[in-house]
């Protein structure tokens, strides 16, 4: 009797145990470098309060901002160690896992977001956003923070202003070669150690969208802004595919379903946020925005052109001739 007993209770536990682990909540840990008050970081909150109203008691999603948990130099380790399982960083973080992504740090390849948004939601830019999954990650959207401006403690108006000084970049070979073609000297940093590099001089200048310069308050510390529109800066928003592939079929499609709102939420701030707090910068007296004429813009490009025969054959010229044919 004490035998049925004993095998009863066991058998009993080790059901408890499998109902338990089937009905256990997914964790998802979301990390990103920027603050909340971002365009990627409303849209962290945003994925985490629609994914758990739609999956509630089947997933969690910790959002941990600022690189709180991880910075932008370990965040990709992190995820293919599957310590955490959503992160957006730059697409200029993903050029070692793949050459063709460097398409979107060329100088003045887009002449507005919305060429960009042709171009990424094209067969190409599709093609990209997939290129990674043989390295384990799964590109999942393209989310926008905007079009980069030039900061520095002096104007820059033409390329030669920038001769001999030091800007901070992201680490990327094409943002490097960007600068050294008008003669500068690129620092690749750390977001989250720009600001005090700024202030104590480190560097002497930068490249960001609206929203970074206001956010990490930036313009406190750059007399002037250079609406140069020179870049874009993205993110690619990416899973482990492991991690991904292994949820359930009925979560991961409400994942999907709920990411892709997201985007065009996350895109639509952006829009705005580039706007308001270009202005926010602009009235609060502390720097002061250049306009930069079609001639001065021009030169800008012409400086910068030999980053092009540089780096096609890598990318792949009908890669960055379909980036260019979006503008159109």
Known sequence: MRKFTFQAILASAALALLTSMAHAEIVIKFSHVVAE?????????????????????????????????FGDGKEMEALLLGDVQLIAPSLSKFDRYTKQIQVFDLPFLFKDINAVHRFQNGPVGQSILGSLKKKNLTGLG?????????????????????????????????????????????????????????????????????????????????????????????????TNTKFWDSLPADVRKTLEETLTEVTVQVNQWATEFSEGDRQKIKDSGKTEILTLTPEELAAWKTAMKPVYDQFTPSIGKDIVDAALAANK
């Open 142 to 238: 393209y989310w926008d923070n905007g079009m980069k401006q030039l900061s520095a403690n002096k104007p820059l108006r033409k390329p030669e202003d920038a001769k001999g000084m030091k800007f901070r970049i992201q680490s990327s070979d094409i943002l490097e070669a960007q600068f050294k073609a008008v003669g500068a000297f690129p620092q690749k940093l750390a977001f989250a150690e720009v600001y005090q590099a700024l202030e104590t001089g480190v560097v002497d200048g930068a490249e960001n969208p609206w929203s970074n310069i206001y956010s990490q308050k930036f313009f406190e510390v750059q007399k002037y802004i250079s609406e140069s529109n020179n870049g874009y800066l993205g993110y690619m928003l990416v």
């Open 37 to 69: 008050n971002t365009p990627k970081g409303k849209g962290a909150l945003l994925f985490k309060k629609l994914a758990e109203e739609r999956l509630k008691g089947k997933v969690t999603v910790e959002v941990y901002p600022n690189s709180s948990l």
